[in-house]
């Protein structure tokens, strides 16, 4: 079974310090999202890349907000100032398409902690 | 707005019942997604559809166009199938907007 992997899986940091977090998208999936789920919320999306640019992005995803494809199989989420409010599990997922039948793979999630 | 509502909120049934969970939309679709988040926090697609009725094994999922709504279903229930249900829709773009989700408790 195919797998989109993330690391870390929980990073504590200090507010106003820059996280990167990490995933290794399915290799012949062609569009790449990340969601977050702040505890005891819904799983909100933040953006979507397609092609080595951003397809759509949410009001969530503001200018401390970057995301990357750097090797052609990394794909990245920087945050380059933290807020305490930031803190939340954030996925990676990965599909083939958007729809036509594909479905959508989610990593484990990696946990943030902005102390 | 697009927004998808599910229910029930927590759901606590006996080890070999029938389980039904609902999630209704707000406007039309263009598909969605029933998913499963385990106590960890991992979330697994268990059906994409955006007509008719989908079954795999001890799930079965339907979704009414018409009626903005649709179901998932569990026949013989199991203590392993405790975990939250999620179901998710695209509306037309490529993003999914999520339901609060449905945690199951199955009681053995």
């Known amino acids: 079974e195919p797998e989109v992997t993330q690391t870390p899986s929980h990073q504590v940091t200090q507010m106003g310090q820059e996280v990167i977090l990490r995933c290794v998208p399915i290799?012949?999936?062609?569009?790449f999202y990340w969601y977050r789920q702040i505890l005891g919320q819904k799983v909100e999306f933040l953006v979507s890349?397609?092609?080595?640019?951003?397809?759509?992005k949410s009001e969530i995803f503001d200018d401390q907000f970057s995301v990357e494809r750097p090797d052609g199989s990394n794909f990245t989420l920087k945050i380059r100032s933290t807020k305490l409010e930031d803190s939340a599990m954030y996925f990676c997922?990965?599909?083939?398409?958007?729809?036509?039948?594909?479905?959508?793979?989610f990593g484990e999630g990696s946990w943030l902690t902005v102390v | 707005k697009n927004e998808v509502e599910q229910s029930p909120q927590n759901l606590t049934a006996q080890e070999g019942e029938f389980i039904t969970i609902n999630c209704s939309y707000s406007?039309?679709?263009?598909?969605l997604h029933w998913l499963q988040q385990h106590p960890g926090g991992g979330i697994v697609s268990l059906f994409m559809?955006?007509?008719g009725k989908k079954k795999h094994g001890r799930l079965i999922a339907t979704i009414n166009i018409q009626e903005k709504h649709s179901s998932l279903h569990i026949t013989a229930s199991h203590p392993r199938d405790s975990a939250v249900y999620i179901c998710?829709?695209?509306?037309?773009?490529?993003?999914?907007?999520f339901g609060t989700g449905t945690r199951l408790t199955i009681i053995p």
């Open positions: 997922a990965s599909s083939v398409t958007v729809l036509g039948g594909n479905t959508i793979y």
């Open positions: 290799s012949n999936h062609l569009y």
């Open positions: 890349f397609y092609n080595n640019e951003i397809s759509e």
């Open positions: 406007v039309g679709i263009s598909a």
């Open positions: 559809l955006s007509s």
């Open positions: 998710a829709a695209y509306f037309g773009n490529e993003k999914l907007t």
